[in-house]
């Protein structure tokens, strides 16, 4: 069982930018790759983006790619969102998790930081 840790989130204006961390622990040495999940109220869970821990390739979703960053520390167990030019509609909550392999689900979750963008 991995045990993941959100932080760093928290209140920021419309262009501004903001770095979100996630420690994880327990038995990381199963895990592919991790991801950053968002939710905003009312709707559903939506992919963010994903590093593989081997490799280092990234993947980012269409509508925050050029914006937000995903990277990873694997000495630390540390996992990071660097995101930038935030807009209102990146607001929600946000989960890291952890895919045991390639076409596996995700199968750890932290429990969340949340993310406010203000107009």
């Known amino acids: 069982q991995v045990q993941l840790q959100e932080s760093g989130g928290g209140l920021v204006q419309t262009g501004g930018s903001l770095k979100l961390s996630c420690e994880a622990s327990?038995?990381?040495?199963?895990?592919?790759?991790v991801a950053w999940f968002r939710q905003a109220p009312g709707k559903g869970r939506e992919f963010v983006a994903r590093?593989?821990?081997?490799?280092?390739?990234?993947d980012h979703s269409r509508s925050v790619t050029g914006r937000f960053d995903i990277s990873r520390d694997n000495a630390k167990n540390t996992e990071y969102l660097q995101m930038n030019s935030v807009k209102p509609e990146d607001t929600a909550l946000y989960y890291c998790?952890?895919?045991?392999?390639?076409?596996?689900?995700?199968?750890?979750w932290g429990q969340g930081t949340q993310v406010t963008v203000s107009s």
């Open positions: 998790t952890t895919q045991p392999s390639a076409l596996a689900d995700y199968d750890n």
């Open positions: 327990g038995r990381t040495f199963n895990t592919y790759a």
């Open positions: 590093i593989t821990l081997d490799t280092g390739v990234k």
